[in-house]
């Protein structure tokens, strides 16, 4: 994520005590950060919760747990072990627990219900947990995750990915980004003050704000300077037209079971050096493989979000008009 520069000044939020603290060591009081996807997961995980003065974040038997609850099928969910552990926690520590996982809110190549699953689950185990939700722009929530799809092995163009027609390995769903469904759902579970929604767009724009807030929400502080380096930087367009060619020809992955000339190993190596040598080069050059069409598709994709929008905004703090997000406009049928 691209953050501004003004976060990796030595951030004056090091420093910074909350105006105030929330109650600490109450069990249930833990604190769920569920995604989405390519909302910037990364940034928050490795450079901002570490970083938060008298939260328990980064147990590695608690990441497991997090794991098989956002992945396990019915029969393999470990409910009962993950309650042990927390109970074992509690009883040897008062600070609340910090838990992030983007795959809380569902499989991008999956469908669209696994979200709604396992908000159920988290309910079921942290019925009082605070939950941090982050959404984005849907045309360009598409653009990520497809550039995501080709990161893993994808070949197909942007068009044939969004249709979903014969996509190998994949049942993505659009009702995916029909964000008012999940963030809806955690409310009726956990209650409107216990889930904040924030717009990827205010965070990525505002990172001062967005860290202020967060601080004041969990009752804590950072206790060190946030970096603004990016993290899991995207390829260009044209970057991604290679890499989708070069997968086409030589990746076996799931959504490429047979390429065309030889499955050849090193198929993340292949994308490491596309980001770090060749995409930089693309770039210098301005080079494009795509344009108006995809544009309009996306577009005209975005608009059929507009009441889903219109529902999530009950939800979120934030303008959503103010970022973009389509929006009814009134007297318009959709």
Same mark, same amino acid.
């Given at each position: 994520m691209s953050v501004s520069a003004a976060v990796g000044r030595a951030h004056r939020v090091a420093s910074r005590v909350s105006p105030r603290r929330a109650p600490r060591g109450q069990a249930g009081e833990h604190i769920v950060h569920v995604g989405y996807h390519?909302?910037?997961?990364?940034?928050?995980?490795? @450079?901002?919760?570490?970083?938060?003065a008298d939260v328990r974040y980064g147990d590695p038997l608690l990441a497991h747990f997090i794991v098989n609850l956002a992945t396990a099928a019915d029969p393999t969910f470990f409910a009962a072990g993950f309650? @042990?552990?927390?109970?074992?926690?509690?009883?040897?520590?008062?600070?609340?627990?910090?838990?992030?996982?983007e795959g809380l809110s569902?499989?991008?190549?999956?469908?669209?219900?696994?979200?709604?699953?396992?908000?159920?689950r988290l309910h079921g185990l942290l019925p009082a947990a605070r939950i941090l939700m982050a959404v984005r722009r849907q045309d360009e929530m598409l653009r990520s995750i497809h550039g995501q799809y080709v990161n893993e092995g994808g070949t197909r163009p942007l068009r044939a990915f969004v249709e979903g027609r014969g996509v190998?390995?994949?049942?993505?769903?659009?009702?995916?980004?029909?964000?008012?469904?999940?963030?809806?759902?955690?409310?009726?579970?956990?209650?409107?003050?216990?889930?904040?929604?924030?717009?990827?767009?205010?965070?990525?724009?505002?990172?001062?704000?967005?860290?202020?807030?967060?601080?004041?929400?969990?009752?804590?502080r950072l206790i060190a300077p946030v970096s603004d380096a990016r993290l899991n930087h995207s390829l260009s367009r044209p970057g991604l037209w290679l890499l989708r060619s070069w997968n086409g020809?030589?990746?076996?992955?799931?959504?490429?079971?047979?390429?065309?000339?030889?499955?050849?190993?090193?198929?993340?190596?292949?994308?490491?050096?596309?980001q770090q040598q060749v995409d930089p080069l693309l770039r210098r050059l301005g080079y494009k493989t795509d344009g108006a069409e995809n544009a309009r598709m996306l577009a005209d994709l975005a608009?059929?979000?507009?009441?889903?929008?219109?529902?999530?905004?009950?939800?979120?703090?934030?303008?959503?008009?103010?970022?973009?997000?389509a929006l009814p406009v009134e007297g318009q049928q959709i």
């Open positions: 390519k909302t910037a997961s990364t940034w928050l995980q490795v @450079s901002v919760f570490p970083h938060l309650r @042990s552990v927390l109970r074992q926690i509690d009883q040897i520590s008062g600070g609340p627990l910090l838990l992030s996982n569902g499989s991008l190549w999956d469908d669209d219900e696994t979200g709604l699953r396992n908000a159920e190998p390995g994949s049942r993505f769903s659009l009702r995916h980004l029909e964000y008012d469904r999940l963030v809806g759902r955690y409310v009726d579970l956990f209650g409107r003050d216990r889930v904040w929604v924030v717009p990827y767009e205010y965070l990525r724009a505002c990172p001062e704000r967005f860290l202020d807030r967060l601080c004041q929400m969990l009752g804590t020809l030589f990746r076996r992955s799931r959504f490429n079971p047979d390429p065309r000339l030889a499955a050849l190993p090193g198929g993340r190596r292949a994308r490491n050096i596309m608009s059929q979000f507009a009441r889903s929008n219109e529902r999530l905004q009950q939800f979120c703090g934030e303008p959503l008009s103010d970022w973009g997000y």
